[in-house]
């Protein structure tokens, strides 16, 4: 997590809603991305329901989405904000990365697939290139 605190130039703000349901890794996921110049964490949720009520009503540019939540699935949060809200960008973090999956989520319109084992740190990088693609 060292760089992610410089990741971010200040000209912008990227705003960011975070779906996790495991309370260790979402507040990893907070403290990281609240140390990010350029980010602004507009919300949160553990489900599936609360997900997409909260997505929907704060419209984040971009959402950091798990795929297994309890006793639901990020797959079908996935699903139906891009349904509703095309235009936001999904960066799916999981521990499920295989191919099945990684191939089911960019199916429904995941923009980036990440294993949270080896993966986690490339969301900083990710983030910065939205945010210069944005800018352009």
């Known amino acids: 997590m060292g760089t992610a605190a410089v990741c971010l130039a200040k000209t912008s703000v990227t705003r960011i809603f975070v779906v996790e349901d495991s309370e260790l890794i979402r507040e990893r996921l907070l403290s990281m991305l609240a140390s990010m110049s350029g980010v602004e964490v507009i919300g949160h949720a553990e489900t599936a329901g609360d997900a997409i009520a909260g997505i929907l009503a704060v419209r984040p540019e971009v959402v950091v989405l798990d795929i297994k939540l309890k006793a639901s699935s990020g797959i079908e949060v996935l699903q139906t904000i891009k349904r509703r809200l095309a235009s936001v960008t999904v960066i ?45």
């Open 92 to 136: 799916m973090l999981t521990n499920y990365a295989s191919e099945e999956y990684r191939k089911r989520c960019l199916e429904a319109g995941a923009e980036y697939f990440l294993d949270k084992t080896n993966e986690f740190e490339q969301l900083c990088p990710i983030l910065h290139q939205l945010k210069r693609n944005a800018q352009e």
